[in-house]
Nanobody, 124 residues
Framework: QVQLVESGGGLVQAGGSLRLSCAAS????????IGWFRQAPGKERELLAA????????YYADSVKGRFTISRDNAKNTLYLQMNSLKPEDTAVYYC?????????????????WGQGTQVTVSS
């Protein structure tokens, strides 16, 4: 059974940084992409970044390009999202998700597997 467990959320001031982690287990992810989504109250869920697990090819949404960096540690089966220059509008619940696809196609349909989410709050 696939498990995705996020950690690293919290409260940070505008301009600050946070690093989210997602520990993945339950299967090999060599044919999967794993990505980060977020959902703010009253807004639709948004794909932020994704990585094709085997190749390391990445995808970024325009809203986070240049501020957020996705990476993975194959040995630890862990995904990361380094978030810099945070803004109040980045406040949301952040989710890790996995799907049998590529990073570029991660947002085509809802991924099969989701983590429980971690809250990120950016104060002004």
């Amino acid at each position: 059974q696939v498990q995705l467990v996020e950690s690293g959320g919290g409260l940070v001031q505008a301009g600050g940084s946070l690093r989210l982690s997602c520990a993945a287990s339950g299967r090999t992810f060599s044919r999967y992409a794993i990505g980060w989504f977020r959902q703010a109250p009253g807004k639709e869920r948004e794909l932020l970044a994704a990585i094709t697990w085997s190749s390391g090819i990445t995808y970024y949404a325009d809203s986070v390009k240049g501020r957020f960096t996705i990476s993975r540690d194959n040995a630890k089966n862990t995904l990361y999202l380094q978030m810099n220059s945070l803004k109040p509008e980045d406040t949301a619940v952040y989710y890790c998700a996995a799907d049998r696809t590529t990073a570029q196609n991660m947002g085509v349909h809802a991924p099969d597997y989701w983590g429980q989410g971690t809250q990120v709050t950016v104060s002004s």
